[in-house]
């Protein structure tokens, strides 16, 4: 039987990834009634897991890892949900690939040696990187030294030269889609201080341990989406108008059905918000932020071996590279499974160049890198190969989590959380630790509940 065509609630909320269910389950945890409108026809937003062709296991085309000690809720989540939990182990050497192809080898999790003593420059960007989050006060969320400036020419400013910005390119890439130019220098310190800082993020000392779930990263969103009432969660339910009315809400899908409700909590990414109809329109302040918000290019792509053989030659298979098409990559094998795989991030401006390949020619850019890099032409002979391009996703536009350009912050940046009206904002973006993580989704669920158990109770 198909769900009604109309529906009234306490609480509508739009997006089933892990923000908007979280919200939804701590909402009914109190009694409230809600319901979630997904346009997808899954849940997980930008959580993929598929089974893998050739062995047992699955694949995570999305958010993958999480820390035990680092990011307690999704790691308590899993723990709650019974997911089985396997610890991400790294052994051997790490490659830097540089501007003319010329390799370089070194520790794991250390920074590679740069030409003309620039590691010595990156080292000192990093300590200056760690004074300007000391400056960032991201609960208020309400003063942005910096904002006027990209961060390329903070780090130029700083005496950063090619090598220097190239290494910060690699920074950006993989973890906004995004090149240094494109970005406000402020949002990227903002954006690493959520998650501890630059240099937690990058070195291999890590507090705790890195693990990821057996049966891949959609196992949370569809364990908490399987803890809600039956048909609380609608797919296939893409959101075209909202209403605001002096008693709530009204919701029309694009399939004609109506919800109403007191309150409505929008669960995704700032710039779709571009997707529905507001009545009345969205405040100035929040539609130039909508506008000017941005998602960078971002494809994962997985290339699944019978055998480790770059483990073989004694790499970890962690990677990065100045020119690409992969800026990093990472050994994400199941060896229970006896499925060996390298993922590789192709984000930002040599991720667009590559994406406009026939995908023929994708597939032997990538191929032909890892087998440079790692020395072995076993890389051409994957026994399965996926491309998961999320910028061309109409649900995500990109990943992992949306930046802004110069001024944009402090010009309307202290609206991104800030309802209007019976709407509310979540999202991975909007937290205050681990934004563009699961557990960043996580915490902005909790808090966007919160904010309307508050108003309604």
Request: proline residues 5%.
């Amino acid at each position: 039987m198909s769900p009604e065509r109309s529906l009234a609630t306490e609480v509508i909320v739009v997006g089933a990834g892990l923000s908007g269910l979280q919200a939804a389950r701590s909402l009914v945890d109190v009694g409230i009634g809600t319901v979630v409108l997904e346009a997808r026809s899954r849940v997980g937003g930008k959580t993929l897991s598929i089974p893998n062709k050739n062995a047992a296991g699955v694949a995570d085309l999305g958010a993958e890892w999480l820390n035990d000690a680092t990011q307690p809720r999704v790691y308590q989540l899993a723990a709650r949900l019974g997911l089985e939990c396997t610890d991400v182990k790294v052994q051997g050497d790490s490659i830097l690939q540089g501007f003319d192809g010329a390799l370089i080898r070194h520790n794991y999790g250390e920074q590679a040696p740069l030409p003309n003593g620039e590691d010595e420059v990156v080292k000192r960007i990093k300590e200056t990187f760690e004074e300007e989050y000391s400056k960032i006060r991201l609960e208020t969320f309400d003063d942005f030294p910096h904002d006027g400036i990209t961060l390329e020419e903070f780090v130029r400013s700083r005496g950063g030269g090619s090598a220097t910005l190239a290494t910060v390119a690699v920074w950006t890439r993989v973890m906004l889609g995004c090149e240094p130019s494109d970005l406000s220098a402020a949002y990227f310190f903002i954006y690493c201080k959520s998650q501890g800082g630059l240099m937690k993020m990058r070195s291999a000392k890590v507090q705790g341990k890195y693990v990821t779930i057996k049966t891949g990263a959609q196992s949370l969103s569809e364990g908490l989406a399987k803890s809600l009432p039956s048909g609380a969660v609608r797919l296939n339910s893409a959101v075209e108008l909202v209403t605001q009315k002096k008693s709530g809400v009204e919701v029309r899908t694009t399939d004609g059905s109506v919800f109403t409700g007191r309150k409505i909590i929008l669960a995704f990414s700032t710039p779709l918000y571009s997707k529905i109809a507001f009545v009345p329109p969205l405040p100035a302040a929040k539609a130039s932020l909508v506008g000017s918000t941005k998602l960078g290019y971002y494809t994962k792509v997985l290339a699944t071996y019978s055998k480790p053989w770059w483990r073989e030659k004694g790499f970890s298979g962690a990677s990065q590279s100045f020119i690409g098409p992969a800026a990093a990559t990472r050994d994400t094998s199941e060896d229970s499974h006896s499925s060996f795989r390298l993922t590789s991030f192709i984000a930002g401006g040599p991720g667009e160049q590559w994406a406009q390949l026939a995908p023929a020619e994708r597939r032997e850019g990538v191929l032909a890198q890892f087998c440079h890099m790692f020395g072995s032409n076993d890389a051409y002979q994957p026994t399965e190969y996926i491309e998961q391009q999320w910028s061309s996703e109409e649900w995500s536009l990109g990943c992992p989590c949306p930046y802004t350009p110069p001024g944009v912050l402090t010009r309307v940046g202290d609206c991104l959380i800030e309802p209007f009206g019976h709407v509310h904002c979540i999202g991975t973006e909007t937290a205050v630790d681990w934004k563009g993580y699961m557990e960043g989704a996580l915490e902005s669920g909790v808090r966007g509940a919160d904010e309307v158990f508050k108003l309604l109770r």
